[in-house]
């Protein structure tokens, strides 16, 4: 096989399988209310959501990021798995949470999520946002070894039966931004356009987000990809 440069899949492949250590595996999530919701006097009165998780699970455990880390746990049955969460930087735009990543530079996660694409104005800057988001996925690079990072494609359901339009672009933006620095990107265009995956609470807004059958299904393609990085030896 012809010699050639590790992408930081290859790294994160070759850091786990020689660690035989215990002491805790760091998940970052980058994300908005898919990934975690807090709950407020405001929340309850006007969405009906009164407990916190990533919106519309029926229960934290029940969010993605927590079957995500219930996964990682059986699959590294000596580490400690923890999650931690970057909101910083308001709105849930890639520009805001690019712009507030230094809140969470010195964690030092074993594995990145990014979980964003919902709240991208429509008709904005497509190279910006390209440019935006391959600096958000590159934010840990500096770190050694580096973590995984892992992308999400957008969430909405409202584009059934596909993605089409500014959100299609801003799909394919993140797709591509991805693909060039190397890391697995991670669609959920199929699970938003199902009905059976979204439609759980008493308001359109919490409607929207995925259901536990959603989560689920985001948990299950993640963990796949960070599986698929650790034992692949062609990635």
């Known amino acids: 096989m012809k010699h050639r440069q590790l992408s930081q899949c290859d790294e994160y492949k070759v850091r786990r399988a020689g660690d035989t250590g215990l002491g805790e595996f760091k998940v970052l999530l980058i994300g908005n209310s898919i990934t975690r919701h807090g709950v407020s006097e405001k929340t309850v009165s006007e969405l009906k959501w ?13 969010d993605y990021a927590h079957l995500l880390a219930k996964k990682l746990g059986s699959a590294m049955p000596g580490r400690n798995v923890k999650l931690f969460y970057h909101n910083g930087g308001g709105g849930g735009a890639i520009r805001q949470r690019l712009s507030a990543v230094g809140e969470v530079s010195g964690l030092r996660p074993d594995l990145v999520v990014i979980q964003l694409g919902e ?15 391959k600096m958000l996925i590159k934010a840990f690079d500096a770190q050694r ?17 596909r993605y089409g339009g500014w959100r299609l672009m801003v799909e394919n933006i993140m797709k591509q931004a991805s693909r060039e620095v190397g ?10 356009v199902d009905p059976a995956c979204h439609g759980a609470g008493s308001h359109d807004g919490v409607r929207w987000h ?14 796949a990809a960070w599986d698929g990085a650790e034992t692949d030896s062609d990635k």
């Open 183 to 192: 890391v697995p990107f991670v669609s959920v265009e199929d699970l938003a």
């Open 210 to 223: 995925p259901n536990d059958k959603g989560h689920r299904g985001y948990a299950e393609r993640i963990f």
């Open 50 to 62: 009164s407990h916190v998780s990533g919106m519309a699970a029926s229960s934290e455990e029940a």
């Open 119 to 133: 709240h991208e104005a429509e008709g904005g800057d497509g190279d910006a946002l390209y440019s935006d988001y």
């Open 145 to 161: 070894p580096r973590p995984l990072v892992i992308c999400t494609g957008l969430w909405d359901p409202d584009q059934a039966p």
